[in-house]
């Protein structure tokens, strides 16, 4: 989009030419500079600076068909908020929650969280504090699109240049959401299963959304295939207060397992330390490294890989 409206534009060729910058890859939400083609297909020459993304490990490795290194695929970018949306119904998880909001830090952007579908629950005001417990500063909106109950708390996050992207799983009513912020219907909508209150896949690529009132949206599908891709500081962001219990342990290099003087093991046992909250944070801090030791590995056995080549070649040649 442009200030001359929207047009088509392609690639410049560079950005096929080297394939070891995936990262550099324009996506939706950038901002390029375009040399504009008024009787044909525009040119996108260079990607402008980034102040916020969404990012996941890409191990596909490079044309040589080697893994050098972890590749960073940026899939969404300057956005000021991330809508975090988690429906009221039987598929509810403050945990799923937590994830999201270390992934929104990490990102740059504000998290908000949405809880939709108020409409099918009578009371919504336990899960809400359920939420906001876990939510830290980021600020907990229940609304409903059928009914319109809680809408006007978000038109504060919706104003004239402001962008949002929306996370959340399928069935959460994204689409729903959008359709009611646009006044119209741009998205297809699709019942839930009853049987476990989950929704059928209806958003199948990224796409931005400029909003009558001239904010815009970004959508995304569900984001079950995003990693934690080098998330320490969302992580770090989203559990200040266990970060400040570890500057209590007696050792620097406590793994608040069996150590004595463990500032962890003490609150864990007080019940200052909900086992919850320690759980949802060893279980991200494993998952990053999980990423990490697999990174590790593929580049470790393709550099093998390679190097047998190259010794085979060699008895080859003797």
């Given at each position: ?106 990102s740059g952007g504000a998290p908000v969280v949405i809880l939709t579908k ?34 006007d708390a978000l038109e504060k996050y919706l104003t004239k240049g402001v ?75 989203g559990f200040a207060d266990l970060e400040k219990i570890f500057a209590g ?70």
């Amino acid at each position: 989009m442009t200030e001359r409206g929207e047009t088509q534009a392609a690639l410049k060729g560079k950005f096929y030419h080297d394939a070891g910058a995936r990262e550099d890859y324009p996506c939706v939400g950038d901002f390029v500079f375009l040399r504009l083609n008024e009787r044909g297909v525009s040119q996108i020459a260079r990607l402008l600076p980034r102040r916020s993304k969404f990012s996941r490990a890409d191990f596909s490795g490079h044309a040589a068909g080697y893994v050098k290194t972890v590749l960073e695929q940026v899939v969404a970018a300057n956005f000021d908020y991330v809508f975090i949306l988690s429906s009221l119904n039987w598929d509810f998880s403050d945990k799923r929650v937590v994830r999201y909001l270390t992934q929104a830090r990490q990102s740059g952007g504000a998290p908000v969280v949405i809880l939709t579908k108020a409409d099918l629950i009578e009371d919504a005001a336990p899960m809400i504090d359920e939420v906001k417990n876990v939510a830290g500063d980021a600020p907990v909106h229940a609304v409903s699109c059928l009914t319109g109950f809680g809408m006007d708390a978000l038109e504060k996050y919706l104003t004239k240049g402001v962008t949002s992207v929306f996370l959340g799983m399928s069935g959460v009513g994204k689409s729903s959401l959008i359709n009611a912020l646009m006044e119209r219907e741009v998205m297809a909508v699709k019942d839930i299963r009853e049987a476990d209150s989950r929704g059928k896949h209806t958003t199948t690529h990224r796409q931005l959304f400029m909003l009558p009132r001239g904010a815009m949206v970004i959508d995304t599908p569900g984001m079950r295939e995003l990693g934690l891709f080098n998330a320490d500081d969302g992580v770090s962001a989203g559990f200040a207060d266990l970060e400040k219990i570890f500057a209590g342990c007696r050792f620097n290099d406590c793994r608040h397992e069996t150590e004595p003087g463990c500032a962890v093991l003490s609150a864990l046992r007080d019940g200052s330390l909900p086992r919850e909250r320690w759980e949802s944070y060893f279980s991200q801090k494993r998952e990053i490294k999980f990423s990490e030791d697999r990174a590790g590995y593929l580049i470790n056995k393709d550099a093998k890989k390679k190097l047998g080549v190259i010794d085979s070649r060699r008895k080859t040649n003797r």
